[in-house]
C-alpha cells in the first residue's frame, strides 16, 4: 500500500515537472522516476534546485565536482526545476511534498522564507548535525542567529550574497561632472547627483521588473531607518505606519522618479547593462551582478565600481541559499554527505569562486577569488549583517508577496499615501 | 431484454472510457476545487475547517481583485470587438474578391499557429514603453515615420494598459475569425445573392436582410470562442508583463500568484469565480445550439 503510494506519488510528481518545466525536466525528473518506484537506497542523492543555466549552472556544477570526490559512494541526480526565478520550482516542490515525494535535498533562501516548510513540519532539524560537524564554529554567530528559529536550524547555507550594493559607471558620471571616488553619506547626497545625471540626458538609477523594485525599497528603508529600526520592520517592533517609514517611502517615490520608464519591461540583467553599456550611472543590484560585468571583460574599478547604498555603509545586507533535509527523504545518508559537502570548505570555495558570492564557511580558502568579492569578504567579516526582503531572509514568502503587490501598484499610481496603506495591511496580514 | 442491452451496451461501454475520464479529471476536479475553496487551507499545510465564503468575501473587498475583474472586462472588450471588426472586415475584402486571396488568407491565418507564450516574447519587445531616444519596438516606429504622438505607454498605462495586451491577442485571432466568416459567406448559396438582386435590393439591403441574418450564427460562434479565451488569458500576460505586474493583473495571473505563495483556499475560490464567469457566457450558448437544434 506504502509503495503504490510512493509510486502514484512519484508518477504525480514527474508529470507536474514535465507539465511545468517542459522538456527541462528530462535529465533529473527521469532517472528519479526510476529510482524512486524501486524504493531501494542506491546511494542516488537528488538535489532539487532552480540553478539551471548561468553562473548558477556552473556553481552547482563545480559543487558536484567536489561531492563526487568527497563522497564517490553516492551518485548526484540533478533535480533541477528550471524557469520563473525559482517560482515555477516551488510549485513542483510543493506538489512533490504534500504527495510525501520529497527530494532527497531541496534549495530555499536561508532565513524566513524556510518557516512555511518549517511550520508544516516539511523540514529536518539539523542542528545536531551542526554541532556533530563544527559547523557552528565555521560559520560566524550573525549567520547562526539568523538560521536559527526557535533553538533549531533547519537549513545549510551554501554562500552568501550582499544585496545593498550600488553599481556605478565611472566614464558616465564624470561626464555628468560627478567624481566617480565621491562616497555618500546619505540618500539626500546621492540624490543631488542623479539630479546631475538626469540633466546630462542619462538614467540616473537604472531598475528593472517588480523584485528589482522590492529590492531597491529594501535598500531604501535601510539607509532611512538604520540597521536595527529595519530589522524592527519584521519583528513588529518597527511600526510600518510611522511617520519614519513615511519619509522613506517619500525617498523611495524620489528615486524611482530617477528611473528609466521601460522598468517593467526589463529583468535585472537589463537594468545591469544600462550602467554597462553607460546609459545609466547607477544601478543597485546583489552582488551576483558582479558576474555581468566581469562576463564583459569590464574591469573593477576602471569600467566600474561600487559601493554600499547611501546611508547604509557598514551594514551587510544579506542573503543566501541553504539546502535542507527533507522529512521522509528517501536516503538521508546521501543528503547528510551532500550538506556536508555544502557546508565543507572545499564545496564553498569551488562554489562561490565559480558563482560569483561569497563562502558562509569561514574556513573556505579565498585567495583566488575576485577583486569584488574580496571587498565583499571584508565587509562580511565587519559589517552589522541583515536579511534582505527581496531574496526570502527577512520575511515569509506571503508577506513577501503583498509588499511585491503594493510595490507594483505604487509603480503605477505614484501614490505614496495608499502605497504606505498597503504595506501596513501587509504586515497585519503576515505578522500576526 | 437481451436485445435492448445488445443495442445499447457496446455504445455505452465505448462511451464509458471517456465518461469515467471527463467525470473524474473535469467534474471531479472542480468539485474538489470548489470544496478547497470553501476550507480555510491558506498555507501549504492541510485544511482544519470549513470557514464557508469567507475568502470570496475577502476577495470581492479586495481592490486588486476588483481591479483585475474590470481589467478582464477592459480586456474582453477590447479583444471580441477587435477580432471580429477586423476578422469580418478581411473576410468581406476577400469575399469581395481581392487579388491573391490564397496568399492573405495564409497571412492572416498563420499568426493562430504560433502559441500565446512565443508571440508573448516579441510583443514584450514591440510594446516596450519607452520613448525618445530610448524607444523600441512601436515606439521607435512611430518615431521614424514621424508620429510621435502616438508614443505612448502600452501596458504600463495604469487604467488602460490591459487593452495593449488585447493587441497581440487580436494580431493572432483576427484571421481566425476571418476564417470563420469567410466560411460563412461562401456557404451562402449564390441564388438568394441573384434572388435579392432580382428583387431590387440595393448593396445595404442584400447584406442587411440576406447576408448577415445568415452569419448570425457564426458570429455568435466567434464571440464564444473567442469570448472564452479572452476570459481565460494568462500566457500572454506572464510573457509580455510578468506575474507581478500591477496594470495587467486579471484573476488568472492572481491565481498563479496566490497558488504560488500557498494560500490554495484563495487560488481555488479564484478559479471558482472565473469558472462561473465562463459559465456566465458558454451556458446561454449551450442552451440556444440545444434549442436550435431541437428545433430542426
Known sequence: ?432 | MNRGLRSWAPPFLLVLPSLVVVGVFVYGMIAINVNTSLTDRRGRGPATQYVGFDVYRELFADDTFIYSLQNLLIYTVVFIVGTLLIGFMWAWLLERGVWGEGFFRAVYLFPMAVSFIASGVVWRWLLNNAQGDRASGLNRLFEVVGLDFLQNSWWTHPRFGIAAIALPAIWQLAGYVMALFLAGFRGIPRELHEAARIDGASEWQLYRHVLFPQLRPIALSAIIIVGHMSLKVFDLIMAIAGQTNHTTQVPATQMWIEFTRGDYAKSAAIGTILLLVVAVLIVPYLVSTYRQERNR
Open chain 1, 1 to 432: 500500500m506504502a509503495t503504490k503510494r510512493r509510486v502514484l506519488g512519484t508518477a504525480l510528481a514527474v508529470g507536474a515537472l514535465a507539465v511545468t518545466a517542459g522538456c527541462g525536466g528530462d535529465d533529473g525528473g527521469g532517472s528519479d522516476g526510476g529510482d524512486g518506484g524501486d524504493g531501494a537506497a542506491g546511494g542516488e542523492v537528488e538535489v532539487f534546485t532552480w540553478w539551471a543555466d548561468g553562473s548558477e549552472k556552473a556553481g552547482l556544477d563545480a559543487l558536484v565536482k567536489v561531492f563526487q570526490e568527497e563522497h564517490p559512494d553516492f551518485e548526484f541526480v540533478n533535480g533541477a526545476v528550471a524557469g520563473g526565478a525559482g517560482s515555477d520550482a516551488k510549485n513542483v516542490l510543493a506538489s512533490r511534498l504534500q504527495t510525501n515525494d520529497p527530494p532527497d535535498t531541496f534549495q530555499a533562501h536561508a532565513g524566513a522564507e524556510l518557516s512555511d516548510y518549517i511550520a508544516d513540519g516539511q523540514v529536518e532539524d539539523l542542528s545536531g548535525m551542526y554541532e556533530e560537524e563544527g559547523w557552528t564554529e565555521a560559520f560566524p554567530e550573525s549567520l547562526l542567529d539568523r538560521l536559527t528559529v526557535d533553538g533549531k536550524i533547519y537549513s545549510v547555507p551554501s554562500n552568501i550574497h550582499r544585496a545593498n550594493v550600488v553599481w556605478a559607471n565611472p566614464a558616465v558620471l564624470e561626464e555628468a561632472g560627478i567624481d566617480p571616488s565621491a562616497t555618500y553619506d546619505s540618500l539626500d547626497a546621492w540624490i543631488a547627483d542623479l539630479e546631475k545625471l538626469d540633466a546630462a540626458g542619462k538614467i540616473p538609477l537604472s531598475v528593472a521588473m517588480d523584485w528589482t523594485q522590492v529590492h531597491l525599497l529594501e535598500t531604501v528603508l535601510l539607509a532611512d531607518l538604520g540597521a536595527e529600526a529595519y530589522n524592527g520592520l519584521w519583528d513588529g517592533s518597527t511600526d510600518w505606519s510611522s511617520a519614519e517609514v513615511t519619509d522613506a517611502l517619500n525617498d523611495y517615490a524620489t528615486l524611482l522618479e530617477f528611473t528609466n520608464e521601460d522598468r517593467q519591461s526589463l529583468d535585472w540583467p537589463d537594468a545591469t547593462q544600462l550602467v554597462i553599456d553607460g546609459e545609466a550611472g547607477f544601478n543597485v543590484m546583489g552582488d551576483w551582478a558582479v558576474a555581468a560585468f566581469e562576463e564583459q571583460d569590464k574591469v573593477f574599478g576602471t569600467d566600474f565600481t561600487t559601493f554600499p547604498v547611501p546611508g547604509t555603509d557598514g551594514v551587510f545586507d544579506f542573503l543566501a541559499d541553504s539546502f535542507t533535509l527533507p522529512v521522509g527523504a528517501p536516503n538521508p545518508d546521501g543528503t547528510k554527505a551532500w550538506l556536508s559537502t555544502v557546508a565543507g570548505p572545499e564545496g564553498q570555495a569551488a562554489f562561490n569562486a565559480a558563482k560569483g558570492s561569497i563562502p558562509a564557511n569561514t574556513e573556505a580558502d579565498t585567495a583566488d577569488f575576485g577583486e569584488y568579492q574580496q571587498t565583499a569578504i571584508e565587509s562580511y567579516a565587519n559589517d552589522e549583517i541583515v536579511s534582505s526582503l527581496a531574496h526570502g531572509a527577512a520575511a515569509p514568502i506571503s508577506w513577501l508577496t503583498d509588499i511585491t503587490a503594493a510595490v507594483g501598484k505604487f509603480g503605477s499610481d505614484g501614490d505614496v499615501a495608499s502605497f504606505q496603506e498597503g504595506l501596513v495591511a501587509a504586515a497585519e496580514k503576515n505578522a500576526g
